[in-house]
């Protein structure tokens, strides 16, 4: 059966650090992969989305940036956090376009 | 289309009770919903889907209505119990395409005892 794991679960880190999220994918092959980000209270934001090793569509300008240097492999980066990107990040996998998408666990980042 | 910055509206049903959690979405070419359920600090989970071609699916309890010519979802949960509570999200996405996914504001459901 496929699995997603999403880690670290929590991160709190200072405004300017750099950020790296990462999410794989077991038990298929070539899935669509997805970053969100929710705000508190809030509906779930597409920030990118990928349908291949190397492929990244962007879908907001933001002060983040993904890769996927694997099949399965999908990080979510920043060189310089602000304030405004605190927020719950949830990575996902859908097997083809017109399918469900799978949710990980998601990581809680506040940045202080 | 998406409400990302919104507050969530609130449902609250009396248990028991049948829940309707309504959804309009703005992309006329979306052939593809999904009704997903959030718990507090988790990821979404899938709930119910249904394609362009059908009007009407049901599942265990739940049941996802589609009216395509106003552009609005419902998923209608029978019985409601204190473990559905939780916030509920339509998705939409055009199968074949750009491969999106696009969530809908997103409806907090609470349950009366």
């Known amino acids: 059966s496929q699995t997603i794991h999403q880690w670290p679960a929590t991160l709190v880190q200072p405004v300017g650090s750099p950020l790296s999220l990462e999410c794989t994918v077991e038990?298929?092959?070539?899935?669509?992969l997805y970053w969100y980000r929710q705000a508190a209270g809030r509906g779930l934001q597409l920030l990118f989305y990928?349908?291949?090793?190397?492929?990244i569509s962007s879908e907001v300008p933001q002060n983040l940036s993904a890769s996927r240097p694997q099949d399965r492999q999908f990080i979510l980066s920043s060189k310089k956090l602000l304030l405004s990107d605190s927020g719950f990040y949830l990575c996902?996998?859908?097997?083809?376009?017109?399918?469900?998408?799978?949710f990980g666990q998601g990581t809680r980042l506040t940045v202080v | 289309g998406e409400s990302v910055g919104l507050h969530l509206p609130t449902l609250s049903v009396q248990e028991g009770d049948n829940s309707i959690i309504n959804c309009a979405y703005s992309?006329?070419?979306?052939?593809?919903f999904i009704w997903y359920k959030q718990e507090s600090g988790k990821g979404p989970q899938f709930i119910i889907d249904i394609r362009s071609n059908m009007d009407k699916r049901q599942g265990q309890r739940v049941t996802v209505l589609l009216n395509k010519t106003v552009k609005h979802l419902s998923l209608q949960i029978a019985a409601t119990q204190p473990g559905d509570s939780a916030v509920y999200f339509c998705?939409?996405?055009?199968?074949?395409?750009?491969?999106?996914?696009?969530f809908g504001k997103g409806t907090r459901l609470h349950i009366l005892p």
């Open positions: 998705a939409e996405s055009v199968a074949g395409r750009d491969d999106k996914i696009i």
């Open positions: 996902a996998w859908s097997e083809q376009p017109g399918t469900e998408a799978f």
């Open positions: 990928s349908v291949g090793i190397g492929q």
């Open positions: 038990g298929t092959s070539n899935p669509n």
């Open positions: 992309n006329s070419a979306s052939d593809y």
